[in-house]
């Protein structure tokens, strides 16, 4: 199957997550818009966690560390949804650009680009402070195009009262499975990402869609 993975944020650990997916589930990757570097790319991050997955060349990429939309415009170029072509594969991992409401161009968002795309989503969210509100928001939107969600991965995990909370709280007012916690990490290596197993819930989520 094809899956979306999207944020609360930027900067939250989608290439982390999408790493950990495509090497235990075998699935390729694709990320259809990169901003913020043409050499050191999440393309290129997740290869050198992952080294033996099949990853396809991006759509729009651009130096700027900014909106995508906005990128486009310091470029003098415009990114057309129309000529974003989703790789022929059957096992993909999609990885967006910041979250589900960053402006593609001036009347699309990143969230037009899942719909177009049609396929189901999973969250990728911070465990700390904050993060019951982001995602309570990204689920509201996407909820509201009728785009199915998979569920959330907490990511940087650690195991505290406060976490667990946000854990229970997402879960309940999003109506929503949390699917897996990525514990913490210090230095993350490609071994760090191989010895993490998949938890069964995540697993069953992705087979039984």
């Known amino acids: 199957m094809k899956i979306f993975v999207t944020g609360t944020d930027t900067n939250v ?5 999408c790493s950990w997916l495509c090497y235990h589930l075998n699935y390729a990757y694709w990320k259809p818009v990169q901003t913020g570097s043409r050499e050191e790319t999440d393309t290129k991050s997740l290869q050198k966690l ?26 003098k ?22 979250g589900v409401l960053v402006p593609l161009n001036q009347n699309k968002l990143m969230i037009d680009l899942i719909q177009q795309l049609n396929t189901p989503v999973i969250i990728v969210a911070r465990s700390s402070l904050g993060t019951i509100n982001h995602t309570l928001l990204a689920i509201e939107a996407l909820r509201h195009r009728k785009i199915p969600i998979l569920g959330v991965i907490l990511n940087h995990y650690v195991e505290s009262d406060l976490i667990l909370e946000n ?10 499975s949390v699917l897996a916690e990525f514990p913490a990490y210090a230095t993350l290596t490609p071994e760090y990402i191989q010895k993490t197993i998949l938890p069964d819930k995540l697993r069953k989520a992705v087979n039984n869609d």
């Open 13 to 17: 650990g989608k290439t982390v997550i």
């Open 50 to 75: 992952a080294n033996q997955i099949i990853c396809y060349t991006e759509q729009y990429i651009f130096e700027e560390p900014v909106s995508p939309h906005f990128a486009a415009k310091l470029n």
């Open 77 to 98: 170029a415009d990114i057309d949804l129309n000529k974003i072509d989703m790789p022929e594969v059957r096992n993909l991992i999609i990885e967006g650009a910041g």
């Open 167 to 176: 854990k229970r709280a997402i879960e309940t007012y999003g109506q929503v």
